[in-house]
């Protein structure tokens, strides 16, 4: 009896983790942070948005972890920021492990934008193709770096449309 359950409960895992993917064989939307930065790049040009880059160690980086928690994690922030952002999490986690494809997809990522150290936050308008602001750890309220994305985000695009 004890086998018979066993493998209903392991068949029932198995059919459980394949709900997670779509008919094409790729992960569900994840919400409101991306895994895929081609997938986040191709919506923010058509929905004329910014992408945000949150390179993070999430089960390591004490900074990493302090700012997901004071900023990102916040229902306040996704609620501000998803207006005027796509937003892509490369995380590099040391406690677990990422599928192959996703860790060599956060390598490439890392070495394309020259990240250094964790976390590194950038805003980059894939639109002007500019890349707008680059920090670390940064302490604020959700409310507060949302803010400043719009305002960061609005002089990029005035200063744009001036030029032209």
Request: glycine fraction near 4%.
């Amino acid at each position: 009896m004890v086998g018979i359950c066993g493998k209903i409960a392991a068949g029932l895992l198995f059919l459980a983790s394949l709900s997670q993917y779509d008919s094409a064989g790729k992960e569900p939307a994840q919400g409101f942070w991306l895994e895929d930065f081609q997938l986040a790049k191709t919506q923010a040009i058509a929905e004329e948005k910014a992408l945000l880059l949150v390179f993070t160690g999430s089960d390591w980086c004490v900074w990493c972890q302090k700012m997901e928690n004071e900023v990102f994690e916040r229902d306040a922030f996704e609620s501000h920021a998803s207006s005027t952002t796509i937003s892509v999490r490369v995380d590099f986690p040391q406690r677990r492990k990422l599928p192959p494809r996703q860790q060599r997809k956060n390598d490439l990522l890392k070495a394309a934008w020259k990240v250094e150290a964790l976390p590194t936050v950038i805003l980059y308008d894939p639109i002007a193709n500019k890349e707008i602001w680059r920090h670390s750890y940064l302490q604020s309220s959700p409310q507060a770096y949302a803010e400043g994305i719009k305002k960061a985000l609005d002089h990029t695009r005035n200063k744009q449309d001036e030029q032209r």
